[in-house]
């Protein structure tokens, strides 16, 4: 199978330039992340990150024939020929397929992601019944890959200021936690013109993400929270 | 060459559920603390536990620390210290309950409390049965919710962090003192020392070394061989334990919480075939003795498949309700990476290497410690280990399902609180050694000179062949011998090996070639260790010595890396305040 890789390292490369591999597919492949491995063994300049080769770590995040996905979970079979990969868009290239993820992280951290709960610790666990545990079904299990964001054209012109899908997405994961008493601080730190406001409902981010979590209705509900509040 | 020195009070280096864990405690009593991780913390491989953690709640109907303990040392096949076991089981509770409290997303019960289900060695009554539910889980994505809770609370306590760091070798003076780490920076391929007084790692399990894996491409042992290099013995390390349900050919893991939950094993008739070798637990006996069943049903002609060389791991009768519920993410593992539905069909299983129990020996404090002068348990001032790198030794021959995440955060937060002791009582900075850099200059040009070396990938898929082939679940004298022979013969190939990229940014070529020399000093260690040990016990099992042998093996092995030599020290049979439990047979 012929891939093509998008490759750039600043140490040596005047600008960035596409390299074709031929790799063998053996029965025994399964995943776009195998074929990689091997390609890494025919060139071992070809930098990308990977670790737990199931979904799960969030590293492997890469644009796969112009969509963003994990190459661990793209199977070789859905992919269409040549295969062209390239960096995730709209965050600066440190070498190959690799990302400076610095404002993507910086953004996640703004909506302080942590539980914030002021009373004094109980002696055993906050109770929680299972209707109010299951609001964070769709929202914990986010791996922060990044695919969501780096699909999102108001993150790409504004990733200073946006906070971006994966961000919104993690700020409501703490604003339905019933556990959580900082409610009213986390909408204030959103109700902002560029924070929160500048998704425009575009839906990319649904689209790219590879453990089918829905950004966009976390941002619509985390939108009905602040009216609610104002009635 | 004089390195960039940064000091700190602390160096972690690791940041999966132990080294988040002791950083918290680090941060939080308002210390200098520097985090490394080579990868983004929440992408370390605890993130990938799925079944849960261990505690006895008793959330679910009756429990106790005792009970947890009796298993614990059973499924240890008496291998554990019992001092170390008592702590672990004792501290379970209230660690779990501090990691809601963070705001991990626990699945719950109708009365609000956390959620616990079975799994496998978990019983009530001292060991008589029946299972209890004592596995506190958020679906079957525990490791994922308690790694990402465990960065997030780290976030609050402004830990600071070295992201994409790796740590090149451990720096000790001449007294022994550990004073910090050597390490690289891999955006900038700049290496540097960070010097501290108290050094502790974290730095996960050597699962790459086998063929076929449960572990993420970065468990390549670093932690052992660090410490190897620096003179400090690997302890247990022959007790390698095989998953009983790896997705065949792909060695993706299915939980134990699939049995937990009401699955079960079947072979090429449809057979429960648990019910022979294992009457009372059946497929929730030890992961020892399920891995050993199907490796049996398999080699004597009951596995399924045109090959005949997996089983089938049966859950259709759980109903899709369940199976969304408790298990989505095994439903998303197997429809991605087994083409099966399990809400319709069976997932086809085979026993796959996925924990190792040995490590970095410690005492339940997480301080490390070596045989010195006659003391078996001399402390390594400034030096401490936990989670998987560490043997403390709690799993002793065979860990339990859910016993890892428990000891993850109870010695991460004991060797947190240690450092801190430590701290205060050693207020002192000494001075680095003049070669405190040296092993690591040295292991770094050798790896720029070398010319017509093979590929790490070559030296790498070798040593992960010896391994598979002569280190596996059923071990032969033959076979061993053999296998001694060809991993010298890898480890001194480990020593020519070239890369041909010389950038310095990101050289994740140069990043892989450091790994594998770790990588082969926790392989050494264990195939060493195998040959060595001539008795069959937890998850070493021999042809030659098919039983137990209290009188001549009731011991610890300690590997040192000089010399490629074994010695040994005895295993603490008193817990801290419990009655002993003495050996007995162990049948499930
Ligand atoms: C698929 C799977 C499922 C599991 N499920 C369960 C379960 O349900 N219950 C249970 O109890 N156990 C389970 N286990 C076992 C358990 O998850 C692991 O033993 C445990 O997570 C290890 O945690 P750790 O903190 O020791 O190391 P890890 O989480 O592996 O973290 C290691 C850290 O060290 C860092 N590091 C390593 N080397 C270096 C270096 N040279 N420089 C800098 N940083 C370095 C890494 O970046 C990482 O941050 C499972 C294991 C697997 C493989
Ligand atoms: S819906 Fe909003 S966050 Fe998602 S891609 Fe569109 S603009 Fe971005
Ligand atoms: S929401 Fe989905 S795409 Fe976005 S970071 Fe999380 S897991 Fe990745
Ligand atoms: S390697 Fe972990 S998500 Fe792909």
């Known amino acids: 199978m012929r891939i093509s890789i998008y490759r750039y390292d600043p140490d040596q490369d005047a600008r960035p330039y596409m390299k074709d591999y031929d790799v063998p597919v053996e029965p025994t492949d399964r995943m776009l992340l195998d074929l990689l491995v091997k390609v890494k063994a025919l060139d071992d300049s070809f930098a990308f990150r990977r670790s737990c080769r199931e979904g799960v770590c969030g590293s492997d995040a890469m644009n796969i024939n112009g969509k963003n996905g994990l190459a661990c979970i793209t199977r070789i079979a859905e992919l269409r020929e040549p295969v062209e990969l390239r960096p995730l868009p709209g965050l600066p290239v440190v070498r190959d397929l690799i990302v400076d993820m610095t404002q993507f992280f910086h953004q996640y951290h703004s909506i302080k992601p942590y539980l914030v709960n002021n009373d004094p610790s109980p002696e055993l666990e906050r109770l929680q019944s299972p209707a109010d545990r299951a609001e964070l079904d769709g929202l914990y299990e986010c791996i922060l890959c990044a695919c969501c964001s780096t699909s999102c054209p108001s993150f790409w012109w504004n990733p200073d200021k946006f906070v971006g899908p994966a961000g919104l997405l993690n700020a409501y994961r703490f604003l339905a936690d019933s556990r959580d008493q900082a409610a009213n601080a986390r909408l204030d730190d959103l109700e902002d013109p560029y924070r929160l406001f500048r998704c425009h409902t575009i839906m990319n981010c649904v689209d790219a993400c590879p453990k089918n979590l829905n950004p966009t209705r976390a941002i619509g509900k985390i939108k009905e929270m602040m009216v609610r509040r104002t009635v | ?588």
């Not at chain 2, 008592?86 to 959620?115: Q, S, W």
């Not at chain 2, 069909?345 to 005492?363: F, K, L």
Request: contains cysteine; charged residues 25%; aromatic residues 6%.
């Open chain 2, 1 to 588: 060459m004089a390195l960039a020195t940064r000091k700190f009070d602390a160096v972690v280096v690791g940041a999966g559920g132990a080294g988040l864990r002791a950083a918290l405690q680090l941060s939080e009593a308002g210390l200098r603390v520097a985090v490394l991780s080579k990868v983004f913390p929440t992408r370390s491989h605890t993130v990938a536990a799925q079944g849960g953690i261990g505690a006895a709640l008793g959330n679910m109907g009756e429990d106790s620390w005792l009970w947890h303990m009796y298993d614990t040392i059973k499924g240890s096949d008496w291998l554990g210290d019992q001092d170390s076991i008592e702590f672990l089981c004792r501290e379970a509770p209230k660690v779990v309950i501090e990691l809601e409290h963070f705001g991990m997303p626990f699945d719950r019960n109708d009365n609000g409390t956390v959620y616990q289900r079975p799994f496998g060695g978990h019983m009530q009554n001292m060991g008589a049965g029946p299972a209890v539910q004592r596995s506190c889980c958020a679906a079957d994505r525990t490791g994922h919710a308690m790694v990402h809770t465990l960065y997030q609370r780290n976030v609050r306590a402004n830990t600071q962090f070295f992201v994409e760091w790796l740590a090149l070798d451990l720096v000790r003076d001449a007294s022994g003192q550990v004073l910090g780490v050597t390490a690289l920076e891999m955006e900038t391929g700049e290496v540097s020392i960070l010097q501290a007084r108290a050094t502790l790692f974290a730095t996960g399990g050597s699962g790459r070394m086998f063929q076929s894996s449960t572990n993420a491409f970065i468990n390549t042992g670093d932690g052992l061989g660090m410490a190897a290099r620096a003179g400090i013995p690997l302890e247990d390390m022959e007790f390698y334990q095989f998953h009983p349900t790896g997705v065949h050919g792909a060695g993706i893991l299915i939980t134990e919480g699939v049995r937990g939950e009401g699955g079960m094993l079947l072979n090429k008739s449809g057979e429960r075939f648990m019910e022979r070798y294992a009457p009372n637990a059946k497929d929730l006996a030890s992961r020892d003795v399920v891995s050993r069943a199907m490796a049996t049903e398999i080699k004597e002609g009951r596995g399924c498949g045109p090959g005949a060389d997996y089983l089938l791991l049966k859950l259709d009768h759980l109903g899709p309700e369940v199976i969304d519920k408790r298990l989505p993410g095994i439903r998303e593992i197997s429809i991605k990476f087994a083409n099966v539905d399990p809400v319709k069909d069976a997932i086809p299983v085979v026993p796959t290497a996925h924990y190792q129990m040995g490590g970095i020996p410690t005492n339940y404090h997480g301080e490390v410690i070596v045989p010195q002068g006659g003391n078996p348990s001399a402390v390594v001032p400034g030096f401490y280990a936990a989670g998987e790198c560490a043997c403390a030794s709690v799993h002793g021959a065979n860990r339990l399902g859910t016993n890892s995440l428990t000891d993850l955060v109870v010695f991460g937060k004991a060797a947190g609180d240690a450092v801190i002791r430590f701290l205060k009582e050693n207020p002192g900075e000494k001075d680095l050694p003049a070669d405190a850099a040296e092993r690591t200059l040295t292991r770094l040009a050798r790896l720029e000179a070398q010319k017509n070396g093979e590929s790490v990938h070559e030296v790498g898929a070798a040593l992960r062949r010896t391994m598979q082939a002569h280190c596996g679940v059923f071990r032969f004298p033959d076979m061993l011998a053999e296998g001694l022979h060809m991993i010298r013969e890898v480890a001194e190939r480990v020593g020519r090996v070239e890369i041909r990229d010389k950038s310095k940014v990101f050289n994740t070529a140069r990043v892989e070639a450091l790994e594998l020399e770790n990588l082969i000093e926790a392989a050494r260690a264990t195939m060493v260790a195998a040959d060595a040990r001539k008795e069959s016990r937890g998850a070493h099992d021999r042809a030659d010595f098919h039983r137990r042998d209290d009188a001549n093996w009731l011991k610890h092995s300690l590997w040192y890396r000089d010399g490629d030599r074994m010695d040994y020290k005895p295993v603490n049979l008193k817990p801290l305040t419990a009655e002993p439990i003495p050996p007995k047979a162990r049948t499930y």
